[in-house]
């Protein structure tokens, strides 16, 4: 059966601390978005002593509307394209009573209730900023950590929470880096020709219709954001036209009443079987070439999955104009690349993000061209305690698999697993990259794509065949 198909059972309620075993490595944790949730859960449970450090004064990422950290790219009408039975972590199902697809604070409340579920709330250190990262003179990792509280709030910080502007170092045996690759806009680079008088925005910084009310909009992209926020520019704005360069598949979230995701193959099934069920999902979502939308390129299966239920309401009401791409900016104006124009007063930029680690020296660990190859994209072979999580782009939800990530790098900390040596790992690591990479169409947002149900069955089968490290008393390796 695929992973959550079936609502599963919450695990116990964590009702006694459960309290570090001072024996084992500790450990950094880099953010308390979803994936550094997974990964302190992971780590608390196990009794792995570690701290985490979030930027802004709540946990949640992109999934809190105005995340104090400032680097949320969440918006008003932010659902989930993944079905609550897929995104939730393995021991803890969305409640019953929600959507097929939860909004985003829905989703949040459900982090809250997860935080709470396992009492690992306690771990999270606040208002605080990861500002370097580097090898320790003897092993290990050292960590620079900054205040972000404004001054005079020494009153609300927590315990081991830094003065206000205050820097600190601590050292770690192990880091794991969950800070996300959704908050690093990337722009048009170079940019296009020509001078625009009007506003442009990424929508990294688009928050709701009201950005767009009354206003001639130019959206450019054709992902899940642009497609978002063309809908909802459809009911607010004067005018849309939506910039698509490249064709993509276009699928429905919802086929006859049901997630559409909830048709899922298991991991064990061949990824052409995958790529047949994502044809057959896109033939019966209808084309949208009747539409003025470019014809794809490549099959359904070779490019991240977008998905809209309302994109094709809104194009057939002529509320949507479809434009190629752009030619040059021109005043109060878009020339597109078939010689069409629009007026616009608003350019939003839906045109990805950057991978970014600023708190890694550029030689250390850099992701050129949002590319950085990983030993089952979490661990670097040369860097040894090194952990990311969550840093991959599924086809489904990055959740469970930043909740497997952490189980495997808690059993590397406790020694009940143990990774292959440099060699075999580059090696594999390698091979799984460009195996990766041959299924989905060369471009910075297909760099770290994985299938969801194989790469889960993936990282389990590697925790079972290798051979674990013999028991032993004292800090296990890293």
């Known amino acids: ?50 701290d985490c450090f979030e930027k802004g004064s709540e946990f949640g990422g992109n999934w809190l509307f105005d995340n104090p950290n400032g680097v949320s790219a969440c918006y008003e009408t932010l659902q989930i394209n993944t079905s609550c039975p897929r995104m939730a972590f393995s021991d803890f199902p969305m409640p019953a009573d929600y959507p097929d697809y939860a909004s985003h604070d ?39 950590i900054r205040s972000t509280a404004a001054a005079g709030s020494a009153g609300d910080r927590a315990d081991g929470e830094p003065e206000a502007g205050a820097t600190q170092t601590r050292h770690y045996e192990a880091v794991m880096v969950a800070n996300g690759h959704h908050w690093d806009a990337r722009w048009p680079d170079p940019g296009y020709p020509g001078h625009f008088h009007g506003e442009q925005i990424h929508a990294h910084d688009y928050r709701s219709g009201e950005q767009l009310a009354d206003r001639d909009v130019v959206v450019v992209g054709a992902g899940n954001s642009a497609m978002d926020i063309a809908v909802e520019g459809s009911h607010r704005a004067r005018r849309v036209n939506l910039s698509i360069r490249r064709g993509q598949w276009v699928m429905k979230k919802t086929l006859f009443g049901f997630a559409a995701d909830q048709v899922a193959l298991p991991g064990w099934a061949p990824w052409w079987a995958t790529a047949l069920r994502l044809r057959l999902a896109a033939l019966l ?31 057939g009401a002529g509320a949507i104009t479809v434009r190629p791409g752009i030619e040059r900016l021109d005043g109060d ?19 990805g993000y950057r991978v970014n680690f600023p708190f890694f020296d550029p030689d250390l660990v850099s992701a050129e061209g949002n590319d950085l190859p990983l030993f089952k994209r979490m661990v670097h072979p040369d860097h040894p305690g090194l952990f990311f999580i969550g840093l991959l782009q599924p086809v489904g939800a990055v959740m469970p698999l930043a909740e497997a990530q952490s189980r495997m790098a ?17 090696s594999r690591m390698h091979s799984d990259d460009q195996r990766n990479k041959r299924q989905f169409y060369d471009s910075p947002r297909h760099t770290m794509q994985v299938d969801f149900d194989h790469y889960l069955r993936e990282l389990e089968r590697e925790m ?15």
């Open 106 to 144: 829905q989703v949040h409340a459900y982090f809250r209730d997860y935080v709470a579920h396992f009492d690992f709330g306690h771990t999270i250190t606040f208002n605080t900023e990861v500002t370097h990262v580097r090898r320790g003179a003897d092993g290990g990792w050292d960590v620079d």
């Open 464 to 478: 079972r065949t290798q051979r674990p490290r013999e028991a032993r008393r004292g800090r296990v390796a890293v």
């Open 410 to 426: 808690v059993k590397v900390l406790t020694g009940e697993y143990e990774l292959p040596n440099r060699e075999e790992m580059t």
């Open 285 to 315: 979502s209808g084309g949208l070439r009747r539409f003025g939308l470019p014809t794809p390129e490549h099959a359904p299966g070779q490019s991240h999955p977008v998905q809209s239920d309302t994109i094709r309401d809104r194009l």
């Open 1 to 50: 059966m695929p992973y959550n198909v079936r609502q599963k059972h919450r695990a116990p309620k964590v009702t006694a601390p459960i309290p570090p075993d001072d024996t084992l490595p500790r450990v950094c944790v880099i953010g308390a978005g979803a994936s550094g949730l997974a990964a302190a859960k992971a780590l608390y449970t196990a009794g792995v002593p570690f």
């Open 333 to 351: 104006r878009v020339v597109f690349t078939d010689g069409s124009e629009a007026p616009a007063d608003l350019i939003v930029w839906a045109t």
